[in-house]
């Protein structure tokens, strides 16, 4: 289902047009992995930087990625995770201390379709820049 809640990884990436344009990599909630008491993306940050890189520029471009991607390693960019706490009905939104506002929650919401979902953001240590 297209607007079924989503988790998942993602950064924020400079391109051509955006100085900070929001890259995802994510898993429908029906998918997703179990994780202790938790729902999760079953790929991870280096995981997939690392597939994207090998694409080389055309192939970022051609996938509609940000070259910026082929150039720098994974922890350059802001990042975060998305997990669906089982027990208490929420997704937590983890990641650096960037992206606790009001607009970066409702970009974030809005592309894994959180929105109308209990959500918390919460920075975590791993996910510094």
């Known amino acids: ?24 990599d994510m898993t429908p909630l029906s998918r997703a992995q179990t994780y202790g008491q938790a729902l999760t993306h079953p790929r991870g940050h280096y995981e997939v930087w690392l597939a994207w890189q090998k694409l080389g520029v055309t192939g970022l471009l051609r996938n509609g990625l940000p070259r910026t991607i082929y150039a720098h390693e994974y922890e350059a960019f802001p990042r975060g995770r998305i997990v669906f706490q089982q ?36 920075t975590d240590r791993h996910y510094v820049v």
């Not at 027990?87 to 959180?114: M, P, T, W």
């Open 1 to 24: 289902m297209q607007n079924e809640p989503h988790v998942g990884i993602f950064w924020l990436v400079p391109d051509d047009t955006h100085p900070q344009r929001l890259v995802t």
């Open 87 to 122: 027990a208490e009905e929420r997704f937590i939104i983890y990641g650096d201390r960037l992206f606790q506002n009001d607009a970066s929650e409702k970009s974030i919401c809005s592309v894994f379709h959180l929105t109308g979902h209990a959500v918390c953001i919460r």
